[in-house]
């Protein structure tokens, strides 16, 4: 599959400060990428290169083959921005707003209003389109921000953050319109400091932090990383021995550890489902009740922990 972005040892200084410092990574065309990192990763400012908002200090990224540094007006064509800041009139309407970012972009004609249709059934705002932004909740706001990235039809989608400060709900509704945009054929550069926005959408992961890329792969490349274990985790009852259980783990194939705390047994193993029959025998055998079981995989946050010493929201 041929790349439609392709960033080469791209680095951005202020005075003796470096912000984004040798990043280089691609994006196939049809995947979601997204950068993954704390904030003051780096993130923002490697998107504002990309989308020829800053220049760069050093290093070049194409996009469809066109120079971010060399042919600008041309990368312009072809990349749609969702910014994380919302870049709306707020006593406009979301159809009136839509219109006016229509015209920047040099848009008209009779095709026009059908393009706006098309934009505001994608976003789910079709019912809403005559109501005054300024009434909106904050997660409506967003999507009216991502539909002003989607009226000139890019092919690559950059949105930098598109969930921070909104509600459950809301952070719902734009993590299934990025899935449903990339069914239907959009490239999207995605960039976020939740690990678990970046495991459901992405094809690939590129994790951020002092502004350096330091680990790049699919979810399961990247966790490999860090040894791919499970932890089984046995929620037993108040009055039954955790020890007990443990104790009874030690020996059986696969369990690399058994540990106890209060009243649950966690259970290591390269496989959890594969030790799960033998391990609810043993506690049968002691009379031991489990009230419940979860098994945790391998994460994002665990191999950020693992590269940096330090948990992924510190």
Do not use: C
Request: net charge negative; hydrophobic share 40%.
């Amino acid at each position: 599959m041929p790349s439609i972005l392709d960033v080469q040892n791209l680095v951005k200084k202020y005075g003796d400060f470096t912000a984004v410092n040798g990043v280089t990574f691609d994006i196939k065309e049809g995947e979601v990428f997204s950068l993954l990192g704390p904030n003051g990763a780096g993130k923002t400012t490697t998107l504002s290169m990309l989308s020829t908002l800053y220049t760069p200090t050093s290093g070049d990224a194409t996009i469809d083959g066109h120079s971010i540094t060399k042919e600008p007006m041309a990368v312009k064509q072809v990349i749609g921005v969702v910014p994380q800041e919302i870049a709306l009139y707020e006593d406009l309407t979301a159809r009136e707003n839509l219109i006016f970012w229509s015209q920047m972009y040099g848009l008209g004609g009779k095709s026009l209003q059908g393009r706006i249709d098309e934009v505001l059934e994608q976003i789910g705002l079709t019912d809403k389109a005559k109501n005054r932004v300024r009434t909106y909740s904050g997660g409506m706001k967003r999507r009216v921000n991502i539909g002003v990235g989607l009226l000139h039809k890019p092919r690559l989608l950059f949105m930098d953050e598109p969930t921070v400060g909104i509600d459950p709900q809301s952070r719902r509704a734009i993590l299934d319109t990025v899935k449903d945009l990339n069914r239907q054929g959009m490239t999207v550069l995605y960039t976020t400091h939740y690990m678990e926005e970046a495991q459901e959408l992405s094809d690939r992961v590129g994790i951020i932090d002092h502004g350096e890329l330091i680990a790049l792969g699919t979810q399961k490349e990247l966790t490999q990383q860090v040894g791919h274990t499970d932890t089984l985790i046995l929620h037993i009852g108040e009055s039954d021995d955790p020890e007990a259980l443990a104790s009874s783990l030690k020996g059986v194939k696969d369990v690399l550890e058994a540990n106890v705390s209060d009243h649950e047994v966690s259970i290591i193993t390269p496989e959890a489902e594969d030790i799960l029959a033998i391990v609810v025998s043993k506690a049968n055998e002691r009379g031991i009740k489990i009230r419940s079981i979860d098994i945790r995989e391998p994460n994002l946050e665990a191999v950020f922990l693992h590269l940096t010493g330090r948990a992924l929201r510190d």
